[in-house]
């Protein structure tokens, strides 16, 4: 065991995928020489070469329309789009072609790419480097959607991912890719060497896609969330005194519905927290899902706590991120209806 | 004979610690490259795409067909601009280390691409930059104040907070919005110029990408567009050889020039020098007035160097030698013409270390004036509720209710001073809040 941070632990899942699996290659820009923007492929092309982690043109359609061809020519390419925010050049590659290659040709083709893109706010980075677009990709069918919440997870998810025969479009928030932030900007940063998942195996070990997993167990109330998130929330329900069960889906595409479901009626009470805009975000699919499983055991309406409905504005992005005083604002309010 | 194929890896000629090395940069003698008439077909001038359009020799004289005239006064004038772009930038990334603005990019090196363009140009001409043409903000005036409180994101920003900091936008001054993502500008640009053609106009649109962005789809776009409805516009591809830390060969300029994109698409392609003011005024001038006269778009690319890291995020130090701008064959824009006006008789170096203080002052009391309008740390500060405007024309009521949210949690916020022992009241508070709610 070794404590590393989110970058390391994905670089380490990489590094180990790339020994392991020599159909595994690496693309995208800035990857190679330079080891990445967030330094996440820092070393990689050093240790496998020029063939196994190519630099890319700028040209995001590109880097998804070649991981589709690698991977249906034998390769495991695992692209990295730079930011989220840059992923829509590839969009037609990733919705009309990806996620639909296995259903439209009955299997004769595939093409297991994993798609890496940093998402999330919290770094000034304004509408072009902020944007958590993951529900736009949980409705397109044929396509897995993975986002981690710490270092263990990241690597355990993202070797699943790579292994994985379907496509994985493998979300990392970059605002936790240095240590663990429960939303309060003014505070000095802390590393994940402080937090018990920043403790993660050197070697080889995986984390199933399409497992949710409760992180804080409670009886009052459910709270589900993911990425960021989930260290924010635990910090408004520390601040809010409630004993609330956390819950982090880890996997948006298979929803782990059963572990969800569990807590909720179990408590019987539950809040929705993401990052993401709310209208037509994930949280509207989990409140359905959740409702139709635990209609009969609930004792107040579920609430969302979103990112509000408007690009991510630079300077104010406290304002916008729902933080953890809106988030027990919304425990409160479950807690305390009728 | 070998009868497998083997993946070809570009790479740039020299690494940290090598010897800067530009011996791939294809040069034309000063003078050498005719000029043909702005009529003439695309098929009969593909020979511009390959050579290099150069009007400032080593003697710092202005020679050959493409030399545009350009009578001394405005020389001066451009040299200022130019002078002025390096003065503001050289500041602002001083200020972005100091913490006081969260990023910057400088367009150290690259001066003459905007300005000799944004001078050659006419004020209703439309233009759609990338992120490193600030100069054309200094050619048509817009106060240095004015683009320092975008930066900052006060109560002054064109932007109202909502964007980082160098994405400006100019509507009165028609200089289009920066976008984060890249050469998206281009088919909007070649869109307006169509606009302009069916309005039966003679403004033109010009728009800029980098190198790096011309793999992008929407420079392919672009090209199909302006090339198909022979749209009035110039398609400018500045060759700073760097994207971020991605050498030009990434974008296809191993095999063959930018410029030779255009004749491809039945587009004229001129190569220029980019740190030659004179080269770029002469085939902007030249491109501009084809456009005009219904002879549709022009390619041109500038051949040039990013002499700063790419932004404040990045560290050029990682990947290219430290020493590469001081071995680049082209030189820099602002010494070039400095000593062009010398030899002409119309400067001198006594001149030009009065005007470098006079703009650093200018600077200087630009700054002051900006931060009165506040600061990212220090008030004024913008409003945050109004984040909610102009995402429509109207606010529809999902975003009127989210304002009203906000404005109840930040009134509850501002009535608790944190440790006091109204903190301890929150939770009835924040309960009648979440109801009002």
Known sequence: MAYMNMVQALNSAMDIMLQRDPRVVILGEDVGYFGGVFRVTDGLQRKYGEHRVLDTPIAEGGIIGAAIGMGVNGLKPVAEIQFADYIYPGFDQVVSELARLRYRTAGEFSAPVTVRTPCGGGIRGGQTHSQSPEAIFTHVSGIKVVMPSNPYDAKGLLISAIEDDDPVVFFEPKRIYNGPFDGDPHKPAVPWSSHPRGEVPEGYYTVPISRAEVVREGKDLTVLTYGTMVHVVEAAVRLSGFDAEIVDIRTMVPLDVDTLCTSVCKTGRCVVVHEATGFGGFGAEIVATIQEACFWNLEAPIQRVTGWDTPYPHAFEWEYFPGQARIAQALKSVMEAA | ?437
């Not at chain 2, 005719?34 to 511009?48: F, R, S």
């Not at chain 2, 919005?177 to 110029?193: D, H, M, V």
């Not at chain 2, 793999?215 to 409805?229: G, P, Q, R």
């Open chain 2, 1 to 437: 004979m070998n009868q497998r194929s083997r993946l070809h890896v570009p790479n740039p000629p020299a690494r940290p610690g090598d010897k800067p090395d530009f011996s791939y940069v294809r040069l034309s003698p000063a003078g050498a490259v005719p000029k043909p008439d702005v009529t003439t077909p695309v098929g009969e001038i593909t020979d511009l795409a390959n050579s290099l359009i150069r009007v400032l020799d080593d003697n710092d004289t202005a020679v050959g067909a493409w030399n545009p005239h350009v009578d001394a006064p405005e020389l001066q004038v451009a040299l200022r601009h130019m002078m002025l772009t390096r003065a503001f930038d050289d500041r602002m990334q001083k200020i972005q280390r100091q913490g006081r603005i969260s990023f910057y990019m400088k367009s150290t090196g690259e001066e003459a691409v905007a300005v000799a363009a944004g001078m050659a140009l006419r004020p209703m001409d439309m233009l759609f930059p990338a992120y490193r043409q600030q100069g054309l903000y200094v050619v048509r005036g817009r106060s240095l104040t004015d683009l320092m409180c975008q930066c900052l994101s006060n109560t002054n920003d064109m932007c109202k907070g909502r964007q980082m900091p160098v994405m400006y936008h100019w509507a009165k001054g028609n200089i289009f919005s920066i976008s984060g993502n890249l050469a998206t500008q281009f088919p909007q640009a070649a869109g307006w110029a169509m606009a302009a053609a069916i309005k039966g106009e003679d403004h033109i649109a010009a728009s800029w990408v980098g190198e790096g962005s011309t793999a992008e789809a929407d420079f392919h776009y672009a090209l199909t567009f302006a090339s198909v409805y022979r749209a009035p516009i110039i398609l400018n591809v500045v060759n700073n050889q760097w994207a971020i830390s991605t050498f030009q060969g990434f974008a296809g300029g191993e095999r063959g020039t930018f410029a030779a994109r255009g004749p491809g698409y039945g587009i004229p392609g001129l190569r220029v020098d980019g740190n030659d003011f004179l080269a770029v005024y002469a085939a902007t001038q030249w491109a501009a007035e084809r456009a005009r006269m219904s002879g549709g778009p022009t390619l041109i690319e500038h051949v040039t160097y990013r002499a700063a890291a790419h932004s404040t995020s990045d560290d050029p130090s990682r990947y290219r030698p430290k020493e590469e701008w001081q071995a680049w064959p082209l030189g820099d824009p602002i010494v070039r013409l400095k000593k062009h006006l010398i030899a002409l008789g119309e400067w001198s170096e006594e001149r030009h270390t009065a005007l470098e203080k006079e703009l650093e002052a200018h600077v200087t009391a630009c700054w002051k004036e900006a931060v009165k309008f506040g600061t990212l740390t220090e008030g004024p500060f913008l409003d945050a509720t109004t984040m909610f405007e102009d995402v429509y024309k109207q606010m529809p009521p999902h975003l009127a209710r989210q304002r009203e949210e906000l404005k109840a949690l930040r009134a509850l916020q501002a009535s608790i001073k944190p440790g006091s022992s109204e903190e301890a009241e929150l939770d009835a508070q924040t309960q009648s809040v979440a109801k009002e709610g």
